[in-house]
């Protein structure tokens, strides 16, 4: 355990950490590098899987993240936490989305799985630049999942309002996130502060969308990104420029981290 750092920055990828084509600029990678060498611990703060990262972790060396929107927190390979969707709900939501002929995706802390696959989620997963997952409809009866998704075009409210007991994002045009009620990227972000003795030191968060929310509401040096939605924007202390013109970097000059 090493609480010897400055202070934590929390990153969420898509619309932050990541360009537009889903992808690490070399100048963001080298700015992150940077922030370690100041004594700063960079964390990811995502929806997507640690499978799902590697294109981040590779180049930036970061090795502590919170994934699946807070569900799974982990560091230096070590489990610092983690809340599982039980099975039976897990079969519930896929017996719904046969009503919609949505697509649910179950995610393990190393695997991905879907129900069935079609066009168009071929099309989605090329789209965030994501190996499409393999068809296995009873993969929620093999493993524990911290995190499905419900892949379609249309909005979260035909689920969220029947199951009490899950919180659905709609994160991108086709993609809902699914986790246990109760979990969310700052409820993650707080058992790992705590996990690594890091509670009492500074603590930043850069987001755009609508899982960013919770961090960027309770973190007190919260950073939207410029091509943030509106109630991001508004509870941030800060808003920079957006990812895809040195939103990440002026952020991090703001705060005299880099």
């Given at each position: ?40 611990l960079p964390v990811i703060s995502t929806g997507r899987a640690p499978n799902e ?142 996990g690594l003795e890091l509670d009492q030191k500074p603590v930043y968060a850069f ?25 991001v924007k508004e509870a941030a202390e800060y808003i920079t420029s957006a990812n ?15």
């Amino acid at each position: 355990m090493n609480n010897n750092y400055k202070g934590t920055v929390f990153f969420d990828l898509d619309g932050t950490l990541l360009n537009a084509n889903s992808k690490m600029d070399p100048d963001v990678s080298q700015a992150v590098h940077k922030l370690r060498d100041n004594g700063y611990l960079p964390v990811i703060s995502t929806g997507r899987a640690p499978n799902e990262i590697l294109q981040v972790t590779g180049p930036t060396g970061i090795d502590t993240y919170v994934t699946f929107n807070g569900a799974l927190v982990e560091s230096a390979g070590k489990v610092i936490y983690k809340k599982i969707i039980s099975p039976e709900t897990v079969a519930k939501v896929i017996e719904k989305a046969k009503e919609y002929n949505d697509i649910i995706t179950m995610h393990s802390i190393d695997k991905t799985r879907s129900t069935f696959t079609s066009k168009f989620m071929s099309e989605f997963y090329k789209t965030v630049k994501i190996p499409e997952p393999i068809v296995d409809p009873k993969f929620y009866e093999k493993e524990e999942l911290p995190m499905i998704l419900v892949v379609t075009p249309d909005g979260p409210e035909r689920y969220s309002n029947v199951f009490d007991e899950l919180t659905f994002y709609k994160t991108g045009p086709y993609a809902i996130d699914t986790i246990s009620k109760g979990v969310t990227k700052m409820n993650g972000i707080k058992h790992l502060l705590s996990g690594l003795e890091l509670d009492q030191k500074p603590v930043y968060a850069f987001g755009d969308g609508p899982n960013d929310l919770s961090m960027i509401q309770e973190i007190q040096h919260s950073v939207a990104m410029g091509n943030g939605i509106d109630s991001v924007k508004e509870a941030a202390e800060y808003i920079t420029s957006a990812n895809t013109d040195n939103g990440i970097i002026n952020g991090l000059k703001h705060y005299n981290l880099i």
